[in-house]
T-cell receptor
């Protein structure tokens, strides 16, 4: 069974479009995250959500908005896509909030290409 | 600013040899984790070492942590072709809910 899944796996779209990436975890975890991996493979935290509460937002443009319909899902909606948004986006989850000991489990990634 | 810095950026060794990767970080941490990423795939957690631990083993993996030098090393013994991947260190400077800060990774190639 897939622990953390993301859809779509690949997303090619035009500048200016609005798109969403979905993430689901079946691990019963409390906290979910979105990371962006750029072309140089550098991973950067974007958001984390716990019990439908946004915990952090690391200088991400407000064109990006996380939406969590329930504890098992954290979707990423992107408005007015720009060329610089092209990257691989990873969803992750962990069990306990505010615990420094928790491993994060990552999804397979969504490869976004903005033309 | 980037927290973890892996060294070297790329490493190519023969199958059966040991591979050592290093990671340096800048701020205080609660724990340091190592992840592996196969080409085109997501990250897989390998091992977590707490700030009060100095060494940890898991199978063919050995991780050390020196908080005085703000550095960690990952040793993979008896490497296999399947170990070919990128390896990232990640630090958790605050609570777990702050997310992890990753380095740029070491790309390891195991030559058969």
């Amino acid at each position: 069974d897939t622990a953390v899944s993301q859809t779509p796996k690949y997303l090619v779209t035009q500048m200016g479009n609005d798109k969403s990436i979905k993430c689901e975890q079946n691990l019963g975890h409390d906290t979910m995250y979105w990371y962006k991996q750029d072309s140089k493979k550098f991973l950067k935290i974007m958001f984390s959500y716990n019990n439908k509460e946004l915990i952090i937002n690391e200088t991400v443009p407000n064109r990006f908005s996380p939406k969590s319909p329930d504890k098992a899902h954290l979707n990423l909606h992107i408005n007015s896509l720009e060329l610089g948004d092209s990257a691989v986006y990873f969803c992750a989850s962990s069990l306990i909030r505010d615990s420094p000991w928790e491993t994060q489990y990552f999804g397979p990634g969504t490869r976004l290409l903005v033309l | 600013s980037q927290q973890g810095e892996e060294d070297p950026q790329a490493l190519s060794i023969q199958e059966g040899e040991n591979a050592t990767m290093n990671c340096s970080y800048k701020t205080s941490i609660n724990n340091l984790q190592w992840y592996r990423q196969n080409s085109g795939r997501g990250l897989v957690h390998l091992i977590l070492i707490r700030s009060n631990e100095r060494e940890k083993h898991s199978g063919r993996l050995r991780v050390t942590l020196d908080t005085s030098k703000k550095s960690s090393s990952l040793l993979i013994t008896a490497s296999r072709a399947a170990d070919t991947a990128s390896y990232f260190c990640a630090t958790d400077g605050g609570g777990g809910a702050d997310g992890l800060t990753f380095g740029k990774g070491t790309h390891l190639i195991i030559q058969p």
